[in-house]
């Protein structure tokens, strides 16, 4: 059963594999590979399903959708209790960093970019009125993109790392907020 820690987390999954080319997710159940998104590659890891990063992409979009019109839904035929693991590698043009932000080369230039799944007007928000991070919403995935144009500006590359470590904060609140704490 999909739940939406799952959900969420595909989701931003999507939005990465969509926007970093070359890039290949991996999606095991108790070790056994379940299925492969991404470009065909020499040795890659066989899997009982395949598909392209569109067609990944499309269904993750559509699991949201039905999600949010309180379906339940399973994930590829599994009963929901085996452990999940997903393994994400970007192209060789991309690095991931550790604050969440990845590192994309096309040529002699270099972009940056996180996904949230924090709504746009909640990611401004988070911002000064002067940031270089510019915004893109992937509304099929539910999805914010947070990115700069220049990798290698200093300034900006430390914005987008904030900013990227501030949407996990509220995205952790957030799923902290339905829960109630008894006190003793």
Not at 107 to 115: M, S, T, Y
Not at 131 to 150: C, K
């Amino acid at each position: 059963m999909l739940n939406d820690r799952i959900l969420a987390c595909l989701r931003r999954t999507a939005a990465l594999l969509h926007c970093i080319p070359d890039s290949v997710l991996v999606i095991s159940a108790d070790g056994r590979a379940v299925l492969r998104a991404g470009p065909d590659a020499p040795g890659a890891t066989t899997a009982a399903m395949r598909t392209s990063t569109c067609g990944f992409r499309s269904a993750v979009a559509r699991a949201w959708s039905l999600h949010r019109d309180r379906h339940r839904l399973s994930f590829l035929h599994l009963s929901g209790n085996e452990h999940l693991h997903l393994r994400f590698v970007t192209g060789l043009a991309a690095d991931p960093e550790p604050d969440g932000v990845f590192r994309i080369r096309f040529g002699a230039e270099q972009i940056a970019l996180f996904a949230t799944t924090l709504e746009l007007d909640t990611v401004r928000e988070l911002t000064g009125p002067h940031t270089p991070v510019e915004f893109h919403e992937d509304r099929a995935l539910g999805i914010t993109i947070g990115h700069i144009h220049d990798a290698t500006d200093t300034f900006a590359r430390r914005a987008l790392g904030d900013l990227a470590a501030c949407c996990v904060v509220e995205e952790l609140v957030a799923d902290l907020n339905p829960l109630t704490v008894d006190h003793f």
